[in-house]
């Protein structure tokens, strides 16, 4: 890998690492608003030290601590690249924690605009972390962990398991108003992420049936400059074969296929469904 690569991949790793601790410090700690993962189960570590203890472990050093033993279980099952990358961008989370701590905001009328901003810029700092093959620990590495040991548990369901956990520990330890805005500020993240990781350009998957396959791959191939795969079938009432093309557009362009097919077979039968995510020759690439 070029150096100039390897330079963007971290440089991106601190900015996202260094949002994520803004949103945190600034939004979430100060109003006690606990979201999913290890720095939602920090924040409420934070605050029960002050409590009982008289004094507030710094939230940098309790996420750090939270992760290490996770680490070392994780160095033994998952990438050696992919744990390089997360042991760094947990230290510059930590880093950055550590950086912002005195960043504070304290007013409980505006909750809802602190879980707003918080989860935005959450949600987009830790989607720049991600799309770096990166992650910051926490709960995701706990998923990942555990996806690798029990490939039929999902990892979306152990993150969500995860995260409603803590949320959870935070609706005892502050209440039911500060749940609700974590909550809020999670979803909020959660699709901010799903932006930053697919970016906003959605795309199509087609299925056409019809009687003139060729004509319409043509016009696929040569008009939309886009790539189409004839695959066998049979209809199972008449028993004939037939073939059934299938091809990935930009939204936009689903428009032109109706109107060129149209021309072409008015009798041709079409299935839309939505790309969650789409790569390779005419999308996005592959990242590292």
């Known amino acids: 890998m070029e150096k100039k690569n390897i330079f963007m991949i971290y440089f991106f790793i601190l900015i996202g690492t260094f949002i994520m601790a803004f949103a945190t410090n600034f939004f979430y700690e100060s109003n006690n608003i606990i979201t999913g993962g290890f720095t939602g189960l920090s924040i409420v570590i934070r605050y029960l030290s002050g409590k009982f203890l008289n004094y507030k472990i710094p939230l940098w ?3 750090l601590v939270l992760n290490v033993p996770l680490l070392i279980f994780a160095f033994r099952c ?8 997360t042991i760094i961008a947990i230290g510059l989370l930590s880093g950055m924690l550590f950086l912002t701590r005195d960043l504070k905001i304290k007013s409980f009328d505006d909750m ?4 707003l901003y918080g989860g935005f810029l959450n949600g987009f700092g830790l989607g720049l972390v991600f799309r770096n093959n990166s992650s910051t620990g926490g709960s995701d590495l706990i998923a990942s962990i555990i996806n690798f040991k029990h490939k039929e548990i999902s990892v979306a369901k152990i993150l969500f398991l ?5 949320i959870s520990i935070g609706l005892f330890v502050f209440g039911i108003k500060n ?3 974590a909550i809020i500020a999670e979803f909020i993240t959660s699709k901010v992420l799903d932006v930053v990781l697919e970016g906003f350009i959605f795309s199509k998957s087609v299925f056409i049936i019809s009687s003139e396959p060729d004509l319409i791959a043509d016009k696929i191939l040569n008009k939309l ?8 079938g049979q209809g199972m009432y008449t028993k004939k074969d037939k073939n059934v093309l299938f091809c990935v557009l930009n939204a936009k362009e689903i428009f032109k296929l109706k109107a060129m097919i149209k021309e072409i077979d008015e009798n041709a039968f079409i299935i839309v469904n939505d790309a969650q995510e789409v790569l390779g020759n005419g999308f996005r690439q592959l990242n590292n």
Do not use: P, Q
């Open 162 to 166: 995860t995260d409603v956990i803590v």
């Open 179 to 181: 749940a609700m805005y």
């Open 225 to 232: 400059k886009r790539g189409v795969t004839s695959l066998k």
């Open 112 to 115: 809802m605009i602190a879980a």
């Open 78 to 85: 998952l990438g050696k690249k992919f744990i390089l990358r």
């Open 61 to 63: 050093l309790i996420n």
